[in-house]
């Protein structure tokens, strides 16, 4: 079979310009790859798209390029704000050749099943939950009522095969590599978020999947409550492959709770520490999961940056929605990591269901008061498969009308609560966080620092002066 799998944009390129989050960060679809390396391994040819990576080419030329390749199916992945634009290119598709079979997968699609198939004629097949192996055996034909996870029609009836459960999972060590080498432009055409990395290009790897914890705000329709992870040697190899294949220098590790298993990650810091492939590395860490022990391991490996996901500087709003985080124990964290010379880039949210604008003014001080290196601040955004979701409108304005999709991109506030009032109060505190924060003195040691330790940072910052300076000076207006 022929097949290609394609990455929506997600974003408004009417005028053929970049949005400054591609800017500031642009990843390849690793879900994707995954897929694709299992169908190429079963003799399948596929072709993957990724239209975020390219802000020129409008709708209309992405669906010339998929019938080009004259595909038996295409593969939509699509997060929320992205399904619309995914949905229009299908249609187009649809409509030109409709022998071809369309397949949606991902997040999105994982919580709205046959609510999706109802309402948008021209996707064929729902793939919820994980995807590789319900999408090798769609294209081999398998008898559809027999595939776990899929959603498909009889007639004008919407039916599904066996629901996917936590022993349907796959073992992470059995799949593949994901197919970077499919992915055009990678690595050099990708790039981490800005002063994230040392050094270019970087990749991303998802070594583990799932999570054991139940925020509020999370969408967990895809892994459920499940937590795997691939093998420390598993891991070890691809990274090994990213580097002598591809020429990658740094790499992210994008799992949600990479030191959740520390003898995973102790095993996997003395390979690299043994085969002294001179690559460094960022992950994801979470408050609680970090031991003196654990931050050795990351310190004498390669490890130059990690992320935190701190959310609130207010305890009530860390015990409604986060759990398992408290104040002290973030500070603990933190100033342990950068005692021990880590970076620490903290991860806030703002516009919480109950915040109050002192709530909001907590968080600041604390991001503030901590030794943090970087931060990045998004918009409480009620994702229909959230369990906060279910009663979002008791607590706020809300629009939950499928037409308000794009808007859920974590940067506009498309939820306000009834103690703040308004949108453009949510946008003034976004704004002074990141004056507040960027400003703070030692932020200055950081920038003469970052000029000589990432300089490929300030190269993309150089390239894109004018989308930037526009972005900094909405900042600055208060």
């Known amino acids: ?13 009417s005028e053929g310009k970049p949005s400054i989050s591609t800017l500031a960060a642009n990843l390849p679809p690793i879900g994707l790859a995954s897929i694709a390396s299992l169908l190429r391994n079963s003799g399948h040819t596929v072709k993957i798209f990724d239209a975020a990576l390219y802000y020129r080419v409008h709708n209309t030329a992405w669906v010339q390029k998929i019938l080009d390749f004259t595909p038996d199916f295409v593969g939509f992945s699509a997060i929320t704000s992205s399904f619309l634009d995914a949905y229009n290119i299908c249609h187009s598709v649809k409509e030109a050749r409709d022998t071809v079979q369309i397949i949606f997968g991902g997040v999105h699609v994982s919580w709205g099943k046959e609510k999706i198939l109802t309402r948008f004629p021209a996707i064929d097949f729902v793939i919820a939950g994980e995807g590789e192996f319900a999408f090798l055996d769609l294209v081999n034909n398998k008898d559809q009522k027999k595939i776990t996870g899929l959603y498909y029609r009889e007639g004008t009836t919407v039916k599904h095969g066996p629901l996917q459960e936590k022993k349907d999972l796959c073992s992470m060590d059995d799949l593949p590599f994901p197919a970077y080498d499919l992915v055009n432009g990678f690595p050099k055409k990708y790039a981490m978020p800005l002063f994230s990395y040392p050094r270019h290009p970087g990749a991303s790897v998802i070594s583990s999947r799932g999570c054991v914890y139940h925020c509020s705000f999370c969408d967990r329709s895809v892994f459920h409550d499940s937590f795997r992870w691939n093998s420390p040697e598993y891991t070890f190899e691809l990274v090994k492959w ?112 109950t915040e109050m604008e002192n709530s909001i003014q907590k968080t600041i001080d604390f991001a503030c008061s901590l030794p943090l290196k970087d931060a990045n601040v998004t918009a409480f955004t009620p994702f229909p498969g959230a369990p906060v979701a279910e009663s979002i409108q008791d607590s706020g304005a809300f629009d939950s009308n499928w037409t308000n999709w794009r808007n859920m991109d974590c940067v506009n506030f498309v939820f306000v609560p009834k103690e703040i009032g308004s949108k453009a109060i949510l946008e003034k505190y976004y704004k002074e ?25 300030y190269w993309r910052l150089i390239k894109h002066a004018s989308t930037f300076w526009r972005y900094a000076k909405n900042i600055k207006n208060k």
């Open 1 to 13: 079979m022929r097949i290609v799998l394609f990455h929506p944009r997600g974003y408004d390129n």
């Open 242 to 353: 990213l580097k002598t294949d591809f020429g990658v220098k740094h790499v992210m590790f994008y799992d949600d709770l990479f030191t959740l298993n520390q003898d995973r990650v102790a095993k996997l810091c003395k390979l690299f520490r043994e085969s002294e492939l001179g690559l460094s590395f960022n992950c994801i860490v979470r408050v609680g999961h970090i031991s003196n022990e654990l931050i050795r391991e990351l310190q004498t490996s390669g490890c130059w940056m990690v992320n935190v996901g701190i959310e609130s500087g207010d305890q009530d709003i860390l015990d409604s929605f986060k759990e398992g985080l408290t104040l002290d124990a973030i500070r603990e964290d933190v100033e342990r990591l950068h005692n021990a010379g880590i970076w620490v880039k903290g991860l806030f949210m703002m516009g919480f269901p």
């Open 433 to 457: 966080f990141i004056r507040r924060f960027y400003n703070r003195p030692s932020m200055k040691k950081v920038y003469r620092k970052m000029l000589f330790q990432s300089t490929h940072s």
